[in-house]
Nanobody
Framework: QVQLVESGGGLVQAGDSLRLSCAASGRTFSSLTMGWFRQAPGKEREFVAG????????NYEDSVKGRFTISRDNAKNTVYLQMNSLRPEDTAVYYC??????????????????WGQGTQVTVSS
């Protein structure tokens, strides 16, 4: 079993930055592919960014490319999402998720087995 705990959300203004963290415990973190998803009110959960087990492969949703960066520290069992140039449309609950070993991080939330409780990010205009 894998437990995931997100932190780092908050209320910021447009153009500001935030860094989300997701601490993992339980199963061997270094073997997991990790993803960040978000869900705004009334919308489906959507893929934001993913990183494979050794950080050799990352992928991003188009609207966050060039603004968000996903990274991981296997020694600390933590995955990060650095979010720069935030926009009001980035407002959502952000979730960390874990999947078994994948070469390419999945974008389908159904392929992730474990989820955190979410952290709210609110960007004011």
């Amino acid at each position: 079993q894998v437990q995931l705990v997100e932190s780092g959300g908050g209320l910021v203004q447009a153009g500001d930055s935030l860094r989300l963290s997701c601490a993992a415990s339980g199963r061997t973190f270094s073997s997991l592919t990790m993803g960040w998803f978000r869900q705004a009110p009334g919308k489906e959960r959507e893929f934001v960014a993913g990183i494979n087990w050794n950080a050799g492969r990352t992928n991003y949703e188009d609207s966050v490319k060039g603004r968000f960066t996903i990274s991981r520290d296997n020694a600390k069992n933590t995955v990060y999402l650095q979010m720069n140039s935030l926009r009001p449309e980035d407002t959502a609950v952000y979730y960390c998720a874990a999947a078994k070993y994948r070469v390419v991080p999945p974008t389908n939330p159904g392929e992730y087995e474990h989820w955190g409780q979410g952290t709210q990010v609110t960007v004011s205009s």
